[in-house]
């Protein structure tokens, strides 16, 4: 059979891109497919960042000053659904889609065309998700976690298309994860064991699988919302013999692994970044694996403890503390191993080191306040507070979307063949550190003295933190754009790079030139 | 065996075009749904445009990925691709069925009961004071005008009347398609096209009947029982799991029968060739052990 390989008509390999839109159309690379994701995400990001700035303007003051409290509940909504699903989610699918492939040795993604679909039904279902801010009744105003009854009983009529925007949504992590698991099951070059994959692959091994797993289960929650409100099914609905809370431990069945969803890949990320700029390999390979694993397989059963004062039995709610408190184990090895790494190395502190550095730091403060909110008997006092939301943005934002942001500086000599300017880097790096610490660190504080979370006014006396995180997230806000200027401008030119492009950076995608060729690995190289 | 290349087709229309439909496909859906009962609402045009691309651009996609196997460009390991591929997909139709099983054990174990004034949260009885627990819930905690009660569930009727009961008959009609499929594969394997192609036949057949058989459990559960998607959870649990179960069931079958007509117009698949027959059969047979666990958890426990 292979003889029919070589002599078929076009041996497509030597091609490059193709011209124009189409490009981006029709394409089935997975660097263009990449990008693309890429791209998208950093459009959430500043939609998504757009609205973050609505709502600390409104709360730059207490009283009403801005919104109306109807749009600032469809601010926070629609900024919590697109930076999950919109900037976060797809910026790792696409780091997946650049450095999985280069770094295992495959050709490119296993069902090529189906990662294309994945990704452009993104932008049709986030138009759906924005277009509701013009539907009469306005956008979802429930918060990202749409709780029934109010994304079902009170909820406006634009919440129908959500419930279908977020089933394509789930559509494409689906395809999307099936595609990530089958190219690192199938893929790899000859050589490369599982125990030998560099730790992203890992990392993303292991979230493609919980996507599979968690998606379908926010598909069943959507649906049973749209039969509720709409087909007069009573899933939700206490009278008709249903229960509220069933949404809850539906959704947060999903949510919590959810959360992983969206760490995990930075925790690869962080691997790789620290080991090179320490100079030193990687402390601690095989516990790293591990101790993904077993976040993973423990984040299916914490999920309640999102809903410590929703009325559970007090069997599950010391069910789901202690469980809940198990994951700062392996969450612990982790961070062990990353400061063991570094411990002693020859470290440099280039951007990227900077961002990963960081994110070791904050993600571990994210992760205290998490074990804190943990304690059952605490979070009566700590949840729907500030104090929550602290904490997530603490795990999100410089834990989560710093790792971005590292990885884009890592590989983006990869990527475009060019060095970013390293001064503007570092200046990003710290107007971004200062931002995310100034917005939200003060907001453990408010939320210990009691402000509640959703709410666009709130008592004098959180007056003056509130006023300093504004200031913070301004700060933050206006950074990005300098980043998005440091991008543009390397991706147009700037100091050439090396292959390696870093001194210590070692793994198969440092073996191609930069920028790295339209097509990598069509043979697979031989690992040992 | 020396290294066959693995096939990258270089860029391909079909992705977006499938895009698109689906965003005219949900647009339509969710503005059909919004307006329903306004005749004069044209979401539904959008609805059937969206279903008309995705169905003739699926058509175009499929037969461009069979014609390439045809034309030896797939290597074994673009087959096993497609084999992970199928069965990852068929996990995540799994763990869609696990969160309606999720709902069904909850409100079962859980929320009923409580709402009767049974363990540790009976305190919500004070909800509805009155409202007694049972499964089937025959009679809401609210029975206000909202609900509109059923007089018959679609439980285990006892041994008395086992075989006028359809779901029997339609346990019998699924787990023996399971083996008529599977009998299909040995045939296949034995490079028997004839025998192949007439148990393909019954398998497909069979699915049908099924599919038959719940139209009139559904017709009479409507029409002579007054159980529908308005009575309540158990109305609620019931028809949402049978019905995406059937649902699966006929996407099962078109698939089967999609396998059946390309085997015996265009003379596809051989003994060591049949990825899409095995892939369908796959999928049939989830559709069998979903079936089963509906039998036991909706129909008879
Ligand atoms: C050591 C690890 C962690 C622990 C022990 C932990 C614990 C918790 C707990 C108990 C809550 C519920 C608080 C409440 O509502 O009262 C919570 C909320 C939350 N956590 Fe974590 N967490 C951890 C890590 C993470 C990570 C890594 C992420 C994401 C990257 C994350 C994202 C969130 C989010 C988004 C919420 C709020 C959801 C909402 O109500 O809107 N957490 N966490
Ligand atoms: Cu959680």
């Known amino acids: 059979m292979s003889a029919v390989i070589e002599s078929h008509g076009h041996d497509d390999h030597h091609h490059g891109p193709a011209k124009g839109l189409t490009r981006w159309l029709y394409t089935t690379n997975h660097k263009d497919i990449g990008s693309l994701y890429l791209w998208f995400s950093f459009a959430m990001f500043l939609i998504g960042g757009a609205m973050a700035m609505v709502i600390r303007a409104e709360l730059f003051q207490p009283g009403m000053q801005i919104v109306e409290p109807e749009f600032y509940n469809q601010m926070l909504t629609l900024h919590g659904l697109i930076m999950v699903f919109g900037a976060v989610m797809p910026a790792f699918v696409g780091l997946a889609n650049w450095l999985v492939p280069m770094m295992v040795g495959a050709p490119d993604m296993a069902l090529p065309r189906m990662n294309n679909l994945s990704f452009w039904i993104l932008p049709f279902a986030f138009f759906i998700l924005l277009s509701s801010l013009f539907m009469e009744g306005g956008a979802p105003n429930f918060g990202w976690t749409f709780y029934a009854p109010l994304s079902t009983t009170y909820a406006p009529p634009s919440v129908t298309f959500f419930i279908f925007a977020v089933h394509i949504m789930g559509a494409s992590s689906i395809m999307g994860s099936i595609n990530v698991i089958v190219t690192i099951m199938n893929m790899r070059a000859p050589g490369m064991t599982l125990m030998k994959m560099p730790l992203f692959v890992w990392s993303w091994l292991i979230t493609a699988y919980l996507l599979i797993a968690v998606m379908p289960v926010l598909a069943g929650a959507v649906t049973m919302m749209l039969m509720d409100i709409h087909f007069g099914t009573s899933f939700f609905n206490a009278a008709g013999g249903g229960d509220p809370v069933l949404f809850q431990h539906i959704f947060w069945f999903f949510g919590h692994p959810e959360v992983y969803i969206m760490i995990l890949p930075a925790f690869g990320i962080a691997s790789h970044i620290i080991e090179t700029f320490s100079r030193k390999q990687l402390f601690g390979y095989a516990s790293m694996v591990w101790a993904m694993a077993s976040i993973a397989i423990l984040s299916f059963v914490v999920w309640a403890h999102h809903m410590f004062t929703v009325g559970l039995p007090l069997a599950a709610e010391l069910f789901f503390m202690w469980a809940t408190m198990l994951i700062a184990v392996p969450t612990g090895v982790k961070v062990f191993n990353w400061v063991t790494t570094m411990f002693k190395g020859s470290i440099s502190y280039e951007t990227p080191m900077l961002f990963a550095i960081a994110f070791v730091v904050l993600f571990t403060i994210g992760g205290f306040s998490g074990l804190m909110l943990a304690i059952t008997p605490a979070d009566f006092q700590y949840h729907d507070t500030y104090f929550v939301v602290a904490h997530f943005h603490y795990v999100l934002v410089p834990g989560s979307i710093f790792s971005i942001m590292a990885a884009v500086y890592y590989w983006i000599p990869k990527w475009t063949g060019n060095m970013y300017d390293e001064r503007l880097g570092k200046l990003h790096f710290w107007l971004s550190f200062i931002g995310v610490n100034v917005t939200f660190f003060p907001q453990h504080w408010i939320g210990l003295a009691g402000m509640p979370r959703r709410v666009p006014d709130y008592a004098l006396q959180f007056a003056d933190w509130n006023m300093i995180s504004s200031v913070g997230a301004f700060l933050f806000g206006a950074s990005q754009i300098l980043f998005m200027y440091i991008v543009l401008k390397t991706v147009m030119g700037g100091k050439k790079a090396t292959p390696q492009v870093w001194e210590g950076s070692r793994g198969l995608e440092w073996t191609v030139e930069s920028p790295a060729p339209y097509h990598t690995f069509t043979t697979p190289p031989k690992v040992n | ?301």
Do not use: C
Not at chain 2, 106 to 127: C, H, I, Q, T
Not at chain 2, 144 to 173: E, H
């Open chain 2, 1 to 301: 065996m020396s290294y066959q290349k693995y096939y990258v087709p270089e860029d391909s229309k079909y992705p977006i075009y499938i895009a698109t439909a689906l965003f005219l496909l949900v647009m339509g859906a969710a503005g059909t749904i919004n307006d329903l009962g306004k005749p004069e609402s044209n979401s539904v045009y959008i609805l059937y445009s969206g279903f008309a691309v995705f169905a003739i651009t699926l058509y175009f996609w499929f037969r461009a990925v069979i014609r390439e196997h045809i034309a030896g460009l797939d290597s074994a390991q673009l087959q096993k691709s497609f084999v992970f591929g199928m069965g990852w997909f068929i996990f995540s139709e799994v763990m869609f069925f696990a969160a309606f099983f999720g709902a069904l054990f909850y409100v079962r174990n859980f929320s009923v009961p409580w709402l009767g004034g049974d363990g540790e949260k009976g305190l919500a009885n004070m909800l509805w004071e009155g409202f007694e627990a049972s499964w089937p819930v025959m009679s809401t905690p609210d029975a206000g005008s909202a609900f509109v009660l059923a007089d018959k569930s679609m439980s285990w009727p006892g041994w008395g009347n086992a075989l006028k009961w359809l779901p029997l008959w339609n346990t019998i009609v699924l787990l023996s398609s399971s083996v008529t499929v599977h009998f299909a594969h040995l045939a296949l394997k034995n490079d028997n096209k004839k025998s192949f192609n007439t148990w393909l036949g019954v398998t497909v057949t069979l699915a049908l009947i099924f599919v038959g058989l719940q139209a009139a459990e559904y017709y009479e559960a409507y029409a002579h029982y007054g159980l529908t998607l308005n009575s309540g959870i158990y109305g609620s649990t019931f028809f949402m799991l049978t019905g995406f179960h059937g649902f699966h069931v006929m996407m099962g079958g078109f698939m089967l029968a999609v396998m059946l007509s390309r085997s015996v117009f265009y003379n596809h698949f051989d003994p060591h060739n049949h990825f899409g027959f095995e892939a369908a059969s796959w999928y049939w047979h989830f559709v069998d052990v979903v079936w089963v666990m509906l039998f036991l958890f909706v129909y008879i426990l």
